[in-house]
């Protein structure tokens, strides 16, 4: 059973990089997209990007309104995937979700969630 | 910029018939965009429900079910029950690798 964990500091201050985490642990993260997803309080979700690792290579695609300032990457030595976000405000205060993301050949299912890890961006 | 709505709130009667709908401020939905549909309850991480517009997703019971109605996808609870009480968000993928979210939906059964 595939289960995903996020983790990363839960403040961050205002223009900062904010950095963040997602174990996978039941499967090796190889062949599938791994999607972030980001809900502010009190408000809806937020797709944010996905990286997608075929063992060689990588792909990447990110939401247009948060290209500029992203980066989410791989580590398959530690089935680990990685969000970067930079020059963060208090609009970046959200839940972040890492899920698993099967592409549209297998319906375009998110079909497995991280808990979520809060993270305020306050001086 | 592509915007998917959803109605920000309904109700239902327990043991009543709910269909929430999910669109685009501009087009029509069709299978095309993999309308998903996912179960949201206050500080837990989302449930995949219906993908692919009408898929359940394992263990998800028959009384949801996904179509598409008319220009929009549409999430039908059937016999609706109180811990059905929750946030319903649908997602559409528009291309090009990317995927909306809708706003979502609270879902008040009473």
């Known amino acids: 059973q595939v289960q995903l964990q996020e983790s990363g500091p839960g403040l961050v201050k205002p223009s900062e990089t904010l950095s963040l985490t997602c174990t996978v642990s039941?499967?090796?993260?190889?062949?599938?997209?791994w999607s972030w997803i980001r809900q502010p309080p009190g408000k809806g979700l937020e797709w944010i990007g996905y990286?997608?690792?075929?063992?060689?290579?990588?792909?990447?695609n990110y939401n247009p309104s948060l290209k500029s300032r992203l980066t989410i990457s791989v580590d398959t030595s530690k089935n680990q995937i990685s969000l970067r976000l930079s020059s963060v405000t208090a609009a970046d205060t959200a839940v972040y979700y890492c899920?698993?993301?099967?592409?549209?050949?297998?319906?375009?299912?998110?079909?497995?969630w991280g808990p979520g890890t809060m993270v305020t961006v306050s001086s | 910029q592509t915007v998917v709505t959803q109605e920000p709130s309904f109700s239902v009667s327990p043991g009543g018939t709910v269909t929430l709908t999910c669109g685009l401020s501009s087009g029509s939905v069709s299978t095309s965009y993999y309308p998903g549909w996912y179960q949201q309850t206050p500080g837990r991480a989302p449930r995949t429900l219906i993908y692919?517009?009408?898929t359940r997703s394992s263990g998800v019971p028959d009384r949801f079910s996904g179509s598409i109605l008319g220009t929009k996808a549409a999430l039908t609870i059937t016999g609706a029950q109180a811990d059905d009480e929750s946030d319903y968000y649908c997602?559409?993928?528009?291309?090009?690798?990317?995927?909306?979210f809708g706003g979502g939906t609270k879902l008040t059964v009473l």
């Open positions: 039941g499967d090796s993260i190889s062949s599938y997209y």
């Open positions: 997602v559409l993928y528009i291309g090009g690798g990317t995927s909306v």
């Open positions: 990286i997608y690792d075929s063992g060689s290579t990588g792909s990447t």
């Open positions: 692919n517009t009408k």
């Open positions: 899920a698993r993301w099967r592409g549209v050949m297998r319906g375009g299912v998110f079909d497995v």
